[in-house]
Structures are given as C-alpha cells and as structure tokens.
T-cell receptor, first 113, second 112 residues
Framework: DTGVSQNPRHKITKRGQNVTFRCDPI?????LYWYRQTLGQGPEFLTY????????KSRLLSDRFSAERPKGSFSTLEIQRTEQGDSAMYLC???????????FGPGTRLTVL | GQQLNQSPQSMFIQEGEDVSMNCTSS?????WLWYKQDPGEGPVLLIA?????ELTSNGRLTAQFGITRKDSFLNISASIPSDVGIYFC????????????FGKGTKLTVNP
C-alpha cells in the first residue's frame, strides 16, 4: 500500500500565474477529495469525486479553481490567476467503501508572492 | 453551516500524563473521526466512530461517539514525546454529504 501521493510538495509562484497540483489516491479507492488548510485551521472541504464524476463542490471553490479526475484514478487541481489569499496547504484524500475514512496525502504547500 | 468546536486549543503536559480533548457541534453528525497532524504533513487517521455511544480504542488512544451524536472525545493515556502534534476531530454531517467537517485542532506539547 503506497498511500496517497501528491506532487509537487511545495510550489512558489507569483501572483497571477496558474498552478496545477496532482494527486494519486490509494489504488483501490474510488472516492477522492480536495481540501485546503491555512495556518491554525483545520482542513476545509473543496470538492469530491466518485470515480470520474465530480459530485460535490464547496462555495470556497471559486471559478478560478478547477479539479478533474479524467479516468477515475489520479486527479488534478488547477488554480488560475493565483492570488496571495490562495497561499495554503492543499490536501488530497481518498476513501474506499468504508464511509468517512479519509486517508490524506502529504499535501502541496502553495506560496503566492 | 456545520461547525465543530474543539477544545482545548492547546495543551502542555508532562510525559506520562493522560490527556483528554473534545469536540462539540450544534448539529448531528453521522460519523466522528480523530486525526493527528505533524508539521508539514497531511492528517493521519487515528480512530473512526460510526454509532452513537460507541467507544473505540487504538493502543493508548480511546475515543467515544456521544449519545446525542453532537459530540466526541479523545483520550490519550500515558503520553509520550511522540504524541506531540495537532489533533483534529472531524465529522460527517447528517444529510448525505460525503464531505468531512473538521475542528480547528488541539495542539499537544509533551515535555519529557
């Protein structure tokens, strides 16, 4: 079991640039989640996929954010025209059929200058 | 919206002491989970609870799902230095959403 992996682990970008993060879930898991975490806070839900279908999106996910899971395996999260307020840890998690048990990856730390 | 109130915000204890932290909500949750997060890493699942009143242990950790389904607690017995970290409660709100809602965390410091 290789666990959830995320790439890159760290990303520094200038305001206005686009960034893309990748998540590879645990192989047999059909559910995949994206969360955002800022300093001193718990993770906040962004969006959720079951297989390739994006079934739920938070109001936090502005139109500059888009997530895909084209083949129901890995997922990408893209942020367009980054703003300083986008600086955060972006966490990916996956789960199988045992509801609620989310397994998180190590996260991608985004810094927008 | 659904919010989880987690307390205390931080704890400073001596090695060997027991620790208790809790989480409450104004709304009902179907599932309660407890996670631990080390700096720069993702949260790691410690315990998952699925039924009101359920009491579950994982080594020195014990957690309970409150009978009102609006609260949960986590106890750590005989703390050791590697227990240091931030502990988060999380819950799956009633209503069919797949998302987990997280508390703000309890930062635990263990002095050797």
């Amino acid at each position: 079991d290789t666990g959830v992996s995320q790439n890159p682990r760290h990303k520094i970008t200038k305001r206005g640039q686009n960034v893309t993060f990748r998540c590879d879930p645990i192989s047999e898991h059909n559910r995949l989640y994206w969360y955002r975490q800022t300093l001193g806070q718990g993770p906040e839900f962004l969006t959720y996929f079951q297989n390739e279908a994006q079934l739920e999106k938070s109001r936090l996910l502005s139109d500059r954010f888009s997530a895909e899971r084209p083949k129901g395996s890995f997922s990408t999260l893209e942020i367009q025209r980054t703003e300083q307020g986008d600086s955060a840890m972006y966490l990916c998690a996956s789960s199988g059929n045992q509801g609620g048990r989310l397994y998180f990856g190590p996260g991608t730390r985004l810094t927008v200058l | 919206g659904q919010q989880l109130n987690q307390s205390p915000q931080s704890m400073f204890i001596q090695e060997g002491e027991d620790v208790s932290m809790n989480c409450t909500s104004s709304s009902i949750f179907n599932t309660w989970l407890w996670y631990k997060q080390d700096p720069g890493e993702g949260p790691v699942l410690l315990i998952a609870l699925y039924k009101a009143g359920e009491l579950t242990s994982n080594g020195r950790l014990t957690a309970q799902f409150g009978i009102t389904r609006k609260d949960s607690f986590l106890n750590i017995s005989a703390s050791i230095p590697s227990d240091v970290g931030i502990y988060f409660c999380a819950g799956s709100p009633q209503g069919g959403s797949e998302k987990l809602v997280f508390g703000k965390g309890t930062k635990l410091t263990v002095n050797p």
